[in-house]
């Protein structure tokens, strides 16, 4: 009686030597949702004394951290949370994820073996997506839960429809910082590269959301930003916007396509 062979065997071993990450960005995004988010009433209300700090300064540096509508639930949620400190969790666990999918198991000699028991490239670079897409909707579905069990008792008077939206978004730019690292990772072979990318098209899209906030002449650079595209029509406030999700998703499909080809075009362990 033949063996059979375990479905998705690279996804079930990028998951299983994932676990110890997982349960530590998951606590991280937990930790930085319950520092933030409770604050609000105290902070973020339109007669805190930080709404009326924030009142004070420069349209332009208010607008560059995006603060304009801190004084709301939604505007304060998505300033604190949704775009910098879980912006900046996300794209690292992103980083990291993707990179080990080719890149630092290039390096550390594994890959090398597991192409030599006949397993494809493509076969490689979806199964590591698919294990890295995974775990970035579990972190993406454990914040938008923390978020609503926090909206009645920080008052942020958030709908679940419009938290469903931002967590798409924010979902989106996960997977393009990931998928970035895996194309470059797949193409390059060496994990510095793959980190550059993941979290460099993360630095650049926030730098052009920043510069396309300055004024209306410069607007144009925000439809450039992948950060643009999931938060300037504000979806924790406004819900939905198909566009933007659209351009993240075909943007982070179109880099591990990239990735397959480039993979399948190279000699490995060179």
């Given at each position: 009686m033949t063996e059979r062979?375990?479905?998705l065997p690279l996804f079930r071993a990028a998951m299983n030597n994932g676990r110890i990450s997982t349960v530590l960005w998951s606590a991280g995004i937990l930790a930085a949702i319950s520092l933030y988010l409770p604050l609000y009433p105290s902070i973020g209300g339109a007669n805190s004394q930080m709404a009326r700090l924030i009142a004070e300064l420069p349209k332009q540096l208010v607008a560059t951290i995006g603060y304009?509508?801190?004084?709301t639930g939604a505007g304060y949620a998505g300033a604190t949370f949704y775009g910098l400190a879980g912006f900046a969790i996300i794209v690292i666990a992103a980083t990291a994820w993707g990179t080990g999918t080719t890149a630092s198991a290039e390096e550390d000699g594994e890959l090398v073996l597991v192409l030599a028991h006949g397993v494809s490239r493509t076969r490689v670079v979806l199964e590591g997506t698919l294990a890295t897409a995974v775990r970035l909707v579990w972190l993406v579905t454990l914040s938008g839960a923390a978020v609503w069990a926090l909206n009645?008792?920080?008052q942020l008077e958030l709908r679940a429809a419009n938290v469903t939206a931002v967590s798409a978004a924010f979902l989106g730019l996960g997977l393009i910082s990931a998928a970035a690292a895996i194309a470059a990772g797949a193409i390059l072979g060496r994990r510095t590269p793959?980190?550059?990318a993941g979290a460099g098209v993360a630095v650049i899209a926030y730098i052009l959301n920043a510069l396309g906030s300055q004024s209306a002449?410069?607007?144009?650079?925000r439809t450039l930003s992948p950060y643009g595209w999931a938060y300037q029509h504000r979806p924790l406030a406004t819900g939905v916007d198909w566009g933007g999700l659209a351009l993240l998703y075909g943007l982070a499909l179109t880099l591990i396509v990239v990735a397959v080809v480039g993979f399948n075009r190279r000699d490995v362990g060179r």
């Open positions: 062979t375990p479905t304009t509508d801190i004084a009645d008792p920080a793959a980190i550059s002449t410069l607007q144009w650079l």
